[in-house]
C-alpha cells in the first residue's frame, strides 16, 4: 500500500513525520491533489523553486485554501482584508519591502548581537538552574518574543499578551483551515492585538521613538508610510515569521542534535559561532520550520510531470524541497558539515523572508549560549515520546521539549 493511498496533512502520522510521505510525493506524485486543501502540492526541489522564484506565474494575493480567501473569513475582521508582505505582489509588494527593510539591513542586525546574547545568556542561565525544565518555554519561545517587541517598541508590560496573541492567531489559523471557522478566543485576541497596534501605530506617528513602529508610520525618501492597519498586519507577520521561526528553528535543533549523539559529540568538542551557526542553517534544511507556502497560478503551467490550472492554488513543499536528493545528497542525514547552499526555508525570490538575517543571528547565538552553560543535555522523564507539533501544518516546531543535564 502507498503511503499516498491516505495522505491528508491533517493526518496524526503525517504531522507528526511528514518526511518519509514527502519522499514518496516526490518519486510517484511530483504534483499531486490534496482534497483536504482543494490545492495542488508540488514537493520537488526543482519545481518549488520555479514557482518561488516566478510572481508573475504564482501569485500571493487572493490564494484559496478550501476554496476560501483570506478576506472570506471574517472573523479576523478589518485584519483579513490588509495587505502585507506576504499578500501581494509587485508593485505593491515592492512598496511595503522597500520601506519595512530598512529596520532589516545587515548592519543594523549585526548590531544586535550584544543584547540577543545578554537576552539569551540570562534565560539560559535560569532555565537550566532547574533539574528538568521545558527548552520551548525557558528559551526558544521567550528569546525571538522579546527581541521582536523590542524591535516594535511594545512595553514591558505588553509582552506576555503579545505572546498569547501570536499563540492564539497561529492555533487559530490551523483550526480554521480545518473546520472553516475560529473560535471566539481568537476572534477576540486578533480585536484585541489591532486595537493595541492602531493605537501605538498613531502614537508614534505623532511622536517617533527610534523603534520599528516609528519607522514604519513615518515617509522616508519618497516611500510612503504605512497605515496603521498596515502597521497591524506587519505586526502579526513579524509574530509568525520572526517570532515562531525562530523558536521552531531551535527546538528543532535541540531534537535534532540530541537524536544524532555523533553530531552532537561534534558541536561540543567546537562550540564555536561557526559550528553553531552551522547546527542552525542544516537544521533549516533538515527539519524546516515551515513546511510550506501556498500561491495562485495565474495562468495554466506545465510542472510536476503535470497541468496547474489557471487560478488554482498550488503548496510548495520547502521541507520536501529541502530534502530532494537531487540536490541534496543523502538528504535523511543530519550533517551540519554539509554544504547547505539552496536551503528553500526562507522561501525564494521577492517574497525570501525578510526576517531571515535575525533569525540566523539569534539561533547561533542561543545555541552558543547554551552549549557553554550546559554542553550535556538530554530528554526529561517527564517528556513523552511522540513530540507534541501543536496544531499547525505550516509551520513546524515542538509546542514543549523537556530536557535535562547529563
Not at 478589518?78 to 508593485?91: A, H, I, K, Q, R
Not at 545555541?367 to 554542553?375: G, N, S, T, V, W
Request: net charge neutral.
Amino acid at each position: 500500500m502507498s503511503l499516498l493511498d491516505h495522505f491528508d496533512f491533517f493526518h496524526p502520522e503525517v504531522h507528526n513525520n511528514p518526511y518519509p510521505y514527502f519522499a514518496e510525493l516526490r518519486e510517484k506524485a511530483p504534483l499531486f491533489w490534496t482534497k483536504s486543501l482543494q490545492a495542488h502540492v508540488l514537493s520537488r526541489y526543482e519545481d518549488v523553486a520555479y514557482v518561488l522564484k516566478n510572481p508573475a506565474l504564482f501569485s500571493s494575493v487572493d490564494i484559496r485554501v478550501n476554496g476560501m480567501r483570506p478576506q472570506d473569513r471574517n472573523e479576523l475582521g478589518e485584519l483579513s482584508s490588509v495587505t502585507n508582505l506576504v499578500n501581494s505582489d509587485p508593485p505593491i509588494h515592492t512598496r511595503l519591502r522597500g520601506l519595512v527593510s530598512r529596520a532589516f539591513l545587515p548592519k543594523r542586525i549585526s548590531e544586535m548581537e550584544p543584547r540577543v546574547r545578554e537576552l539569551s545568556r540570562g534565560l539560559v542561565a535560569e532555565m537550566t538552574a532547574q533539574g528538568e525544565f521545558d527548552f520551548m518555554d525557558g528559551l526558544a519561545s521567550p528569546l525571538p518574543v522579546t527581541i521582536i517587541a523590542e524591535m516594535l517598541g511594545i512595553e514591558i508590560s505588553r509582552r506576555r499578551d503579545f505572546k498569547r496573541w501570536s499563540d492564539s492567531l497561529m492555533s487559530a489559523t490551523a483550526e480554521s483551515l480545518r473546520t472553516g471557522k475560529m473560535s471566539e478566543e481568537a476572534t477576540r485576541s486578533a480585536g484585541e492585538m489591532f486595537a493595541y497596534m492602531k493605537e501605538i501605530a498613531e502614537k508614534r506617528r505623532l511622536e517617533p521613538k527610534g523603534d520599528l513602529i516609528s519607522l514604519l508610520v513615518q515617509s522616508s525618501e519618497g516611500v510612503e508610510a504605512l497605515s496603521p492597519a498596515e502597521v497591524n498586519s506587519f505586526a502579526v507577520l513579524l509574530l509568525i515569521a520572526g517570532n515562531e521561526t525562530t523558536t521552531n528553528l531551535l527546538g528543532n535543533s535541540l531534537l535534532a542534535l540530541i537524536r544524532h549523539p555523533e553530531q552532537y559529540e561534534w558541536l561540543r568538542n567546537n562550540p564555536s559561532r561557526e559550528a553553531c551557526a552551522a547546527v542552525a542553517e542544516e537544521t533549516l534544511r533538515y527539519d524546516s520550520p515551515v513546511v510550506g507556502l501556498m500561491r495562485r497560478a495565474t495562468q495554466d503551467v506545465e510542472l510536476g510531470g503535470g497541468k496547474v490550472p489557471a487560478e488554482s492554488t498550488v503548496m510548495v513543499l520547502v521541507a520536501s524541497a529541502n530534502h530532494d536528493p537531487r540536490k541534496f545528497p543523502n538528504p535523511e542525514r543530519f550533517d551540519p558539515q554539509r554544504d547547505t547552499n539552496g536551503t528553500l526555508s526562507f522561501g525564494h525570490g521577492i517574497h525570501f523572508c525578510l526576517g531571515a538575517p535575525l533569525t540566523r543571528l539569534e539561533a547561533p547565538v542561543a545555541l552558543q549560549e547554551l552549549m557553554e552553560r550546559a554542553p550535556r543535555l538530554g530528554f526529561a522523564s517527564r517528556q513523552p515520546e511522540r513530540i507534541d507539533y501543536g496544531s499547525s501544518f505550516f509551520l513546524r516546531g515542538p509546542r514543549s521539549l523537556w530536557l535535562r543535564k547529563s
